[in-house]
């Protein structure tokens, strides 16, 4: 889907932070990191290119982190400043002889540093804007986090935590990433990584009803859990271009095959006989709005989920009797109508049950946001519908096999614990590719909110992350989706590089961090 380019990337449990998500015609947008904290001072075609030699696994090549006390403190005014930066004096409360203003004006600041080890540091940006900004903050020319200013016009201290750096790292650069600001000072200190160990306290399904099928594969995926990342791909339809564009390319296919809600009998099939081959299915619900205006996109559609909320306990009653409360005024008409989308999608999804096919099953994504129109009208109305959902599918239409996947990605959207197995980010980060850690940050982030007892993916991915850092950083995802169509394809069928290197795939699909089709197939006992 066209659309799907131009959303925004998640929102951040972050503390006193604004936070602005983006949509330009085109691209997915980035935004702020997580382990930020501040305290006031479509292809059909397949390419036909035979399957490469499969590459020898790669080892899990983690450095030794040896921590050591570090306290340094960095006055801006004494740094290197590019493309006009200046120093300046008019806000108050500064330290030394003034700070750095010109960012707005593609301004670099530059500070040179000398590090005493390979470890986790944390590093305190003194800051000050009128508007919300955004700060990018490179590593010897690489970026390695991203925050949002304040707009109070009042020096603030914004602690970026759990940042590795090697020993090897000489210059800390600050630029803009969105509008102007004024930086005072820089602090960096000693820090330890920001996520904890990955592991999984409990393996059962929230739905207690669950299927045999679907409580195998969530021990499977439990199983796996902070030992490998499970592949995973998006197709844009039931002939698999995708993935076997990934087969062609690696020589690996990937475990997880990533769709849209679909009522075509050929996609359904395409579903089952992905299980039936060992492999993964995962769906999400892009819900068009049940309007006449209809649409996924809230600056499309005439329907407001705020309409639609209700006291009354919906959820189990026959459309009959929901009809009835409509007719009698009890209900709005959009609250009706959004239970019979419910039920002609717990029919599709009923198909699969009655063929024993276990689903992970992602309605209402990236719910913390305001460009889809579940998201739009806030977490109260989000929440409601996501109750709605859920109780609607378990427990009137007795729905068996499905895992359920939360991606609303704040902890103000995190919806009842009881209705989701599976905690998940989708991260897209405008005009780069192969952004390495950068995933760190957002698996921190939900672990802080969703706890030890859930599992964490990453459902969408605009560039396959790295296996090193991942594992470095203790951010072993469940699995990863990489997005569908340009995201890994030209218009002529072949791999495109735009956005994932081909090397980054290569070293992904044979890390030995990472489980490929054949290699989940033999770790789970499938086909013996």
Known sequence: MNFRKCMALLFADITAVGIISSCSTGEKVGSVPDNVTETTNAVTE????PPVTTLPEIPLDLPTIKKQEYEEFYETEKGKLKNGMRVGCDYDDFSGDGYVVGFGEGGILEISVKLPSDQYYDLTFRTASN???RLGIT???KTIAEFDTSDNGIFTDITVSG???SRNTSVIGIQSALG???????????GKCASENTALRTRKPVNKNASDEAVSLMNSLADCYGKYIITGQYVS?????EIELIYNTTGKYPVVRCSELSDSKAETD???????????PFITWYWNSPSDESSVLSEKTDFSLSDAVCEKDIAKLSLKDIEKLCSDGEISEQCLALVRDIDSTAEILGRLDKQNIPVLWRPLPEGGGNWYWWGADGEKAYKWLWELVYNRMTAYHKLSNLLWVWNGQSKEYMVNRSMFDIASADIYISGEKDYGNRFCEKFAAIQRFVGEDKLIALSECGSVLDTVSAFRDNAVWSFFGLWNGEYIMTESGEYSEEYTGLDALLSAYNSEGVLTLDEYREVNGIGE
Not at 180 to 190: G, L, P, R
């Open 180 to 190: 102007d600001f004024a930086v005072d000072f820089v602090k960096i200190t000693d």
């Open 131 to 133: 508007d919300i900004s």
């Open 139 to 141: 590593a010897d020319g």
């Open 163 to 165: 940042v590795y750096l």
């Open 46 to 49: 397949t390419a036909t290119a």
């Open 237 to 241: 339809d039931e002939n698999n271009a």
């Open 270 to 280: 395409a579903v089952a006989e992905w299980y039936r081959n060992g492999g993964i």
